[in-house]
């Protein structure tokens, strides 16, 4: 099976989704970041039902909302834990998600995955009953996480939910997949090999990547999506897609049409820039993948020492003739 170059909504893969959290590493609010990513129209986001959950008081919220579903921007939902680890919070649970998901009429969301922070080692078979209890206006629509504790396991475990759940996506967290990006590479490799086992291509997404360099490595390793709040904590420099401090900016302003324009706060120029930046970027990955020039776009950002470190140790079956993401097994 070839791979399937769209994943929900329509989006070409690979794809970004800049996130939206209250746990942003920045002076905006929640809905400064979704009501700019709604004034430029960018085609898709990431935003956590946690945070719409605190913020279903608030007119401006539901009014960006509403605009973006009129725009046909591709929201993808989280679940929230992310926020709750983060902040800390005893306030979340269950049921508010499922609220928030039935309050937004949700098309596209993860699922509930607290079984991370109480029952770490859960199996799969465990996953996939908690999503079938859903009710099924939002069964439906929901994406499995999955978390793992042993690496090792990802493989098969992400197998066996795909052909129970039958989802848009399979979610893995970053964090969790090794240490370094040759070891996280490897195991979205391995994944994706699990997963082209299958009738069916099923889309692998990384959950928390937000640095360009990283989601080049994972995509061309197998990955589909990925979402990260990098976007609005850094600046992006175009030349060598490194991120860097925010107020560095004036460094790498001259590069987008964004980053110089005054009629924007100075945040804003920022993050447009880096929108800008994120949307050509990821078309070209999609061009080289289509084209099998991966390691040509590699080596114009990698040194030729690293990319022979990925080829021998993410790639170490190329030379049995088995494509990037490898051929399903009939």
Request: a negative charge.
């Amino acid at each position: 099976m070839e791979r399937d170059f769209e994943t929900i909504g329509g989006a070409a893969t690979p794809v970004f989704y800049p996130s939206v959290s209250c746990v942003s590493k920045n002076m905006w609010s929640v809905i400064d970041h979704i009501d700019l990513l709604v004034s430029a129209n960018h085609p898709q986001f990431l935003v956590s039902c946690f945070d719409a959950y605190k913020s279903n008081n608030s007119k401006r919220f539901h009014a960006v909302m509403r605009q973006a579903k009129e725009q046909y921007q591709t929201v993808l939902w989280d679940s929230g834990i992310y926020e709750v680890v983060w902040s800390r919070s005893k306030r979340w649970c269950k049921n508010r998600y499922l609220k928030t998901l039935q309050r937004n009429k949700v098309s596209y969301t993860f699922s509930y995955d607290e079984y991370c922070l109480s029952k770490p080692n859960s199996s799969a078979a465990e996953l996939v009953n908690s999503i079938k209890k859903i009710p099924y206006q939002v069964e439906s629509h929901i994406s499995p996480i999955v978390h793992c504790p042993d690496t090792a396991k990802y493989p098969e475990f992400c197998r066996e939910v795909s052909e129970a759940c039958n989802p848009k996506l399979i979610a893995i967290p970053e964090r969790e997949l090794g240490q370094g990006v040759i070891e996280i590479a490897k195991n979205i490799r391995a994944v994706r090999k699990a997963l082209n086992n299958q009738e069916r291509y099923q889309n692998l997404h990384i959950l928390g990547t937000g640095n360009p360099i990283s989601m080049m490595l994972y995509a061309f390793s197998g990955a589909d999506s990925f979402d990260g709040l990098d976007w609005c904590q850094t600046v992006v420099d175009y030349e060598t897609a490194t991120l860097h401090h925010p107020l560095q900016l004036d460094l790498y302003k001259s590069q987008s049409p964004w980053g110089a324009d005054e009629g924007l706060t100075f945040f804003a120029r920022c993050y447009m820039h880096n929108l800008a930046f994120y949307e050509k970027w990821m078309s070209a990955l999609q061009k080289a993948i289509i084209a099998s020039e991966e390691l040509d776009i590699m080596r114009q950002y990698l040194s030729e020492s690293f990319v022979e470190e990925y080829c021998s140790e993410v790639l170490a079956d190329e030379s049995q003739g088995e494509e990037i993401y490898g051929a399903v097994e009939n």
